[in-house]
Each structure stands twice: as C-alpha cells, then as structure tokens.
C-alpha cells in the first residue's frame, strides 16, 4: 500500500541496500540484486528473515518476505539459502519477458 503513496520513496530508502549498506551491505555483492534489492532483515534462534523490494531490469519491483524457521543448519547456511531464492527470484521475471 504504502508503494502508492507519495511517501514510497522515503520508506524504501530507510530499509538496507543489497551490497550498500545496514544489514544487506555484505549481501548480494556482484550481482544483479546489488542496489536493486531493499531490505529489512531479523533473526531470532531458530528464526532467520528477510523483506523487502526487488526492482527487476525491467524496471519492475516485487514485494517478497522469507521467513526460515526451525532449521538445525547454522544461520549462514540457512542465510545463504534465501539468497539462492532471491536470486532465483530475479531470474524467474527473465521468463516471462
């Protein structure tokens, strides 16, 4: 909701910047998602998430959340995992051009 609003652009930039900065500063570097994805990351024992906006090149954005819960991995392992399904993410629009 907030995407149509006038106060879009001031919500977005306060969330991290894949390969910029916050949280996402080390994520993502060298990719498509570098500077295209913002982000709102959490963790809690057990609990790892990641939120945001993904502008796709076609200029495009996606809303995606993904929450991983109960894994007996280690949190970089589990982390690493989400990446792989955002990057997965970014290439699944590259099939429907």
């Given at each position: ?10 919500y977005?930039?306060?969330l991290?910047?894949?390969g910029?900065?916050?949280?996402l ?8 998602l570098e500077a ?23 200029q495009n954005?996606v809303?995606f ?6 894994f007996?991995d280690?949190?970089?392992?589990a982390?690493?995992?989400m990446?792989?399904?955002?990057l997965?993410?970014?290439d699944w ?5």
């Open positions: 909701a907030i995407a149509q609003t006038a106060n879009e652009s001031i977005r930039n306060s991290a910047l894949a910029v900065n916050g949280t500063r080390n994520r993502f570097r060298g990719s498509e295209n994805l913002w982000g709102k990351t959490g963790s809690l024992s057990g609990v790892i998430t990641v939120a945001g906006y993904l502008k796709l090149a076609n954005s809303v959340s993904v929450l991983v819960n109960n007996d280690k949190n970089k392992i982390r690493a995992a990446d792989e399904m955002l997965f993410l970014n629009q590259k099939c429907l051009e």
